[in-house]
């Protein structure tokens, strides 16, 4: 059984950056995918931004792009979000997500096997 422990998040202002990380438990690391989603209050959990587990391959929604950075450090056995120029809409509680089986392009919430306890994040405005 992985575990997947978030750590990161917090209250800033528009404009302002934050950065999540998520630490997984196990010898396999390399080998996920990971991922970040989003939920924001009485919305649907989405799709914020994916890393594919040997090849690195990255996808972002399109609402992130430019402003979010996904990565990995698997000496760490970390995946990192960096979010830069936060706005008022980017404001939800952030889940990271793995795959066991190095998943390019997963978007999907049904391709993930693992998910962290999540993270508020929280931009005024």
């Known amino acids: 059984q992985v575990q997947l422990v978030q750590s990161g998040g917090g209250l800033v202002q528009a404009g302002e950056s934050l950065t999540l990380s998520c630490t997984a438990s196990g010898r396999a690391f390399t080998d996920y995918t990971m991922a970040w989603f989003q939920q924001a209050p009485g919305k649907e959990r989405k799709f914020v931004a994916t890393?594919?587990?040997?090849?690195?391959?990255?996808d972002y929604a399109d609402s992130v792009k430019g402003r979010f950075t996904i990565s990995r450090d698997n000496a760490k056995n970390t995946v990192y979000l960096q979010m830069n120029s936060l706005k008022p809409d980017d404001t939800a509680v952030y889940y990271c997500a793995a795959n066991r089986y190095s998943l390019a392009h997963a978007t999907a919430i049904s391709d993930f096997h693992y998910w962290g306890q999540g993270a508020q994040v929280t931009v005024s405005s």
């Open positions: 890393i594919s587990g040997r090849d690195g391959l990255t």
